[in-house]
């Protein structure tokens, strides 16, 4: 039987969600991929109480993770029963729906009816009265935004939410999101972004508009798909993502170009006693907008060399300008 250290606290830390009294660690654990019905689950249960033993608190889920799409939450409900279920108030879960889900018309999108029942589902197969986070997955062009945010307000007054987030909305989509739900009374707590060495886009005007309106941030694929691991300095694994024909990661995008940056990036952090993993979760969380970094895993190892990337966050000047000089080439 489960037992959750004592000290499980002791070596984390939690970060301030925007201007909110939420605190989430400074390392998250998301379920996107690895923790599907295709999985082990052994595994997953390993893997989600180490974390918890680690003192990540906050677990990330979506309607369609998997696969098969709406597994991952089954397998988070599962072990919650099991294992976790105990500590639920010393937890903070969260789940999104934007992405397709089911066939028709309402299975989809941004439309009052999906977001709802896609809660309600979410909910279902976690055993879950209510999650503490609950996100728009993304911007719908063919739903008016006050729409979507109105789902978002009726799903924490309702209870079955705490707060209300955001996911990969652009600075313009995000000022008209977060307006809408200040005048709703429910105020955006958080945007989940896209965000690592090599995905920059949130620093042209995102984290800008979040820091103004006190919401925090937090990144996800943060170590790019993998490529921000050691897992790629020799080339291509033939067991990895690339190699597979992962839809998030091909092996096209991996260039001798990109895969020598990898190298020199890998270089600076052994100079700082970090793996390339720590170097870049310490880059992503240097941001003072940036409340978490949301990292995956497939082995419990991986979590563990994730949160001991906060052993050392700090960077000099010469580190930062060598690192700009490699990954603004």
């Not at 098969?68 to 999104?96: C, H, Q, V, Y």
């Not at 709703?184 to 989940?192: F, K, N, R, V, Y």
Request: a neutral charge; proline letters at 5%.
């Amino acid at each position: 039987m489960y037992d959750a250290p004592e000290n499980r606290y002791q070596e984390m830390s939690y970060r301030p969600c925007g201007r909110s009294g939420l605190r989430l660690p400074a390392v998250s654990l998301g379920l996107w991929h690895n923790f599907g019905g295709v999985d082990a689950f052994e595994n997953i249960r390993s893997m989600l109480r180490r974390a918890f033993d680690l003192g990540i608190t906050h677990f990330d889920l979506a309607n369609n993770y998997g696969p098969p799409p709406g597994s991952a939450e089954e397998n988070f409900g599962r072990a919650l029963r099991m294992d976790l279920g105990p500590w639920r108030d010393e937890m903070i879960i969260s789940t999104k729906a934007g992405y397709y889900m089911w066939p028709g018309p309402y299975g989809d999108g941004g439309s009052r009816k999906y977001v709802l029942a896609s809660l309600d589902q979410s909910l279902g197969r976690m055993g879950l009265d209510y999650v503490d986070i609950f996100y728009s997955h993304r911007p719908d062009p063919d739903t008016p935004v006050e729409e979507t945010m109105g789902a978002l307000d009726h799903a924490v007054r309702s209870g079955k939410a705490l707060y209300a987030g955001i996911s990969n909305y652009d600075p313009d989509q995000t000022a008209a999101a977060v307006a809408i739900l200040h005048r709703l009374g429910t105020p955006c707590l958080i945007h989940q972004m896209k965000y690592s060495m090599f995905v920059r886009r949130p620093e042209t005007g995102l984290f800008e508009r979040l820091q103004a309106e006190g919401i925090g941030a937090i990144a996800f694929s943060p170590l790019a798909q993998g490529m921000l691991t050691g897992r790629y300095l020799k080339g291509i694994p033939a067991d990895s993502r690339a190699a597979k024909h992962d839809t998030f990661l091909q092996r096209k995008e991996i260039t001798e170009q990109l895969l020598n940056r990898v190298r020199s990036l890998n270089r600076i952090a052994g100079r700082r006693g970090q793996s390339l993993a720590q170097m870049a979760l310490a880059w992503v969380l240097r941001q003072p907008v940036m409340t978490s970094a949301l990292v995956g895993a497939s082995r419990v190892e991986q979590i563990e060399e994730c949160v001991e990337a906060l052993n050392n966050l700090d960077f000099t000047n010469s580190e930062l300008k060598r690192i700009e000089e490699i990954i603004g080439s």
